[in-house]
């Protein structure tokens, strides 16, 4: 082996050698105060069979949580064309600001839980050109609406909107900026977050449109094979790993990367079947207190738990409070 050829392999070692430690055995540091919030998704909490007044009150007087991310679906909002339902928004931000609350507010067309696109009835055989303006219509709509409403502390277009994953009928990245831009030329104060995979991804597609990076954080998964088969696995990534590509994002644009999506739910095999969510095999106290350990060693400072809903209907329908409870400390 000749000496250039020595000298390669060992440099190529070392780098090799460096990036174990970084991504694997190296710890972040933790953050000296770190805020939790909550999604909230009404639709959601209906799926379950609560209703979602009394969950989202639950959450504000009980949890005494102070920080929401809402969800409120496209196809509830303007179940017609150019009719739209804000009531159940306005009350929402209402009930909020009355709890001192702030809040994140999700627009557009792919804005969380399944199918992930939320489309309209009289929207769906549109054209691709045509659902795009009548998505900026609505994202225009509610900005104009809302965009003096204090209690907003920040958008987020879209979720997840280069991750595919859903049932969505397409994916642009062209038209999420066109979407982020639209935002900001309306409310050119409020910072616009643009989320991506906390597994899957580098963000670095987020964090070249959005203002903030939000990503999201799962430990324990199920991994679909077929329709009748797969398997729950715990996900082998270090926390470091989310540590390390945020420092990544701040060297290269400047930019914060928050978690919007804390696993704090089971996840289910059918995500159409809500009698499955009722089991604790894949979600009790000790997994949520893993996660929560899990999130710290992350290094990041902001996290909003996935599953409130789902917190709330284990209270009221199963009869264990178990985790709502140990939520309570954190709030």
Known sequence: MSKKLKIFF???????LFLIYCFFIAKAPEAENITFGVDFSKEYATFLGVDWKSAYLAILDDLKVKDIKLMNQWNSIEPQEDVFKFEDTDWQLSKASDYRAEVIYVIGMKTGRWPECH??????SLTKDQQQEEVLNYVKETVIRYKDNKTIVAWQAENEPFYHFGICPWYDDN??????????SLDPLRPVIVSDSGE???WLKAASVGDI??????????????????FYTDLPIPAISYFNKAQLI???????????????????????????????????IDQFR??????????????????????????????????????????
Do not use: C
């Open 10 to 16: 060992v440099i190529i070692s070392v780098i090799i």
């Open 119 to 124: 489309i309209p009835q009289w929207a769906d």
């Open 175 to 184: 038209f999420v900026k066109k979407e982020v831009a639209l935002i900001k």
């Open 200 to 202: 899957q991804s580098l």
């Open 213 to 230: 990076v939000g990503t999201t954080m799962y430990r324990r998964v199920w991994v679909h094979i077929t329709d009748s088969l797969g």
């Open 250 to 284: 701040k060297a290269i644009f400047g930019k914060k990367v928050i978690n919007i999506e804390l696993q704090a739910e089971p996840w289910v095999s059918d995500v159409s079947d809500n009698s499955l969510l009722k089991e604790e095999n894949e979600m009790n």
């Open 290 to 331: 893993k996660n929560i350990d899990y999130a710290r060693k992350s290094g990041f400072d902001t996290f909003y738990f996935w599953g409130s809903e789902w917190w709330y209907y284990m209270k009221e329908k199963e009869n264990n409070s178990s985790v709502w409870d140990e939520a309570k400390t954190l709030f």
